[in-house]
């Protein structure tokens, strides 16, 4: 197995854990990853085909095409290396988990061709600032009578979107609502809520729904992305702040190396994300200076 630097490190830190726990009939082997992109950390092989805890077991091949030590590798880690592989983990876990919302969308109506015309329209004028003009396409989908047999949840929360632009923000959270009356997990209403829920000062109500967001998926990078920034500047949570960053930065960093070419933003939103969690555990340490001082 030829690994690079990054990658070889990765393994690493997987085959010295799992080599910590081998022996220890109390603890539960470690689980694999459903993820397909997700390292292999079966046990290393003997020259006599048995998984063994020799020296050579804990032999990997790194991208020079040297055998080295995985154990000795992980030991070099440095506590910020190992934070940030194990981080690596935790977001290709996280993105392997079901996507309910997407289960759910599949179980709905498609859409007739007429139909998807006008959302797209709307959708197209929404992004130029027209949304009057957008309101009126797809209130021509909502009154429909096809799609009122089979409403999609998608569109409602267009309509929603439409609505908030043009600061019509009570018809906005009624439009998000019935999204989520239609599929209670869309995970794209939940956020919106949260948001506006957030803006208005009610923080528990914001909190619940960016909650059911992950629960609806857990990789969705948005969904931390928001509860972090409730919990960093609006309730002041600077732990549960600096969590939620952090993951949100993984899932990008997993996002950005499976595209060959990264938007800008995607780039420059992944550059800023660090920078809040440099100054956000700069923050945690007065407090805890403050604290220690009385």
């Given at each position: 197995?030829?690994?690079?630097?990054?990658?070889?490190?990765?393994?690493?830190?997987?085959?010295?854990?799992?080599?910590?726990?081998?022996?220890?009939?109390?603890?539960?082997?470690?689980?694999?990853?459903?993820?397909?992109?997700?390292?292999?950390?079966?046990?290393?092989?003997?020259?006599?085909?048995?998984?063994?805890?020799?020296?050579q077991a804990s032999l990997i091949v790194d991208?020079?095409?040297?055998?080295?030590?995985?154990?000795?590798?992980?030991?070099?880690?440095?506590?910020?290396?190992?934070?940030?592989?194990?981080?690596?983990?935790?977001?290709?876990?996280?993105?392997?988990?079901?996507?309910?919302?997407?289960?759910?969308?599949?179980?709905?109506?498609?859409?007739?061709?007429?139909?998807?015309?006008?959302?797209?329209?709307?959708?197209?004028?929404?992004?130029?600032?027209?949304?009057?003009?957008?309101?009126?396409?797809?209130?021509?989908?909502?009154?429909?009578?096809?799609?009122?047999?089979?409403?999609?949840?998608?569109?409602?929360?267009?309509?929603?979107?439409?609505?908030?632009?043009?600061?019509?923000?009570?018809?906005?959270?009624?439009?998000?609502?019935?999204?989520?009356?239609?599929?209670?997990?869309?995970?794209?209403?939940?956020?919106?809520?949260?948001?506006?829920?957030?803006?208005?000062?009610?923080?528990?109500?914001?909190?619940?729904?960016?909650?059911?967001?992950?629960?609806?998926?857990?990789?969705?990078?948005?969904?931390?992305?928001?509860?972090?920034?409730?919990?960093?500047?609006?309730?002041?949570?600077?732990?549960?702040?600096?969590?939620?960053?952090?993951?949100?930065?993984?899932?990008?960093?997993?996002?950005?190396?499976?595209?060959?070419?990264?938007?800008?933003?995607?780039?420059?939103?992944?550059?800023?994300?660090?920078?809040?969690?440099?100054?956000?555990?700069?923050?945690?340490?007065?407090?805890?200076?403050?604290?220690?001082?009385?």
């Open positions: 197995m030829i690994l690079n630097k990054a990658k070889l490190r990765l393994l690493a830190l997987v085959f010295a854990f799992s080599t910590s726990l081998s022996g220890c009939t109390s603890l539960p082997s470690l689980p694999g990853f459903s993820n397909p992109d997700a390292e292999s950390t079966h046990g290393a092989e003997t020259a006599s085909g048995q998984t063994g805890t020799s020296d991208a020079e095409g040297n055998a080295v030590d995985a154990v000795q590798v992980a030991l070099e880690l440095t506590p910020e290396e190992r934070e940030e592989q194990a981080l690596a983990l935790q977001a290709r876990a996280l993105m392997g988990t079901v996507n309910a919302f997407k289960l759910d969308k599949q179980n709905q109506a498609n859409l007739n061709s007429s139909q998807l015309r006008k959302v797209q329209s709307a959708i197209n004028q929404l992004a130029n600032g027209e949304a009057a003009k957008a309101l009126v396409e797809v209130q021509h989908v909502i009154d429909d009578p096809d799609f009122k047999a089979s409403p999609n949840t998608v569109v409602w929360v267009l309509r929603g979107d439409i609505f908030l632009a043009k600061e019509e923000k009570e018809k906005a959270i009624s439009d998000y609502q019935a999204a989520l009356k239609l599929v209670a997990s869309n995970y794209q209403a939940h956020n919106r809520l949260g948001v506006m829920y957030r803006d208005v000062g009610k923080f528990d109500l914001a909190k619940a729904h960016y909650n059911q967001a992950i629960d609806a998926w857990p990789g969705n990078a948005d969904s931390y992305r928001n509860r972090g920034i409730l919990n960093d500047l609006y309730v002041g949570d600077k732990i549960a702040a600096l969590a939620d960053y952090k993951i949100y930065k993984a899932l990008l960093d997993l996002q950005i190396q499976r595209i060959v070419s990264p938007a800008k933003s995607v780039l420059e939103e992944q550059k800023l994300t660090s920078l809040w969690i440099v100054d956000i555990q700069r923050q945690i340490k007065v407090l805890q200076r403050e604290q220690t001082n009385g």
